[in-house]
Nanobody, 121 residues
Framework: QVQLVESGGGLVQVGGSLRLSCAASIRTFSSVAMGWFRQAPGKEREFVAAISRSYITYYADSVEGRFTISRDNGKKTVDLQMNSLKVEDTAVYYC???????????????WGQGTQVTVSS
């Protein structure tokens, strides 16, 4: 059974940093792409970042230059380092697994339960 478990969310002030982590119980973790999405209250879920099995990364324009996605295939984890946080980054953040790198949520087969990130002014 595949499980994705996020951690690292919390409350931070504008300009601060947080590091999210996602632990995956996927036997073939090194062969899947991993992504981060977020959903703010009253809004649709949106793509944040993704990393392919060959470590190619892809970011939403809104986080490019501020967020960094990384993976550790030995530990079966994917992290999202978030710097220079803004109020508009407030959302529940989800990690997800897909066969190939993509920003389309419908292509992700497995999802975590989410972790709350709140950026206060």
């Amino acid at each position: 059974q595949v499980q994705l478990v996020e951690s690292g969310g919390g409350l931070v002030q504008v300009g601060g940093s947080l590091r999210l982590s996602c632990a995956a119980s996927i036997r073939t973790f090194s062969s899947v792409a991993m992504g981060w999405f977020r959903q703010a209250p009253g809004k649709e879920r949106e793509f944040v970042a993704a990393i392919s099995r060959s470590y190619i990364t892809y970011y939403a324009d809104s986080v490019e230059g501020r967020f960094t996605i990384s993976r550790d295939n030995g530990k079966k984890t994917v992290d999202l380092q978030m710097n220079s946080l803004k109020v508009e980054d407030t959302a529940v953040y989800y990690c997800a697994a897909a066969r190939g790198i993509t920003d389309y949520s419908g292509n992700y087969d497995y999802w975590g339960q989410g972790t709350q990130v709140t950026v206060s002014s």
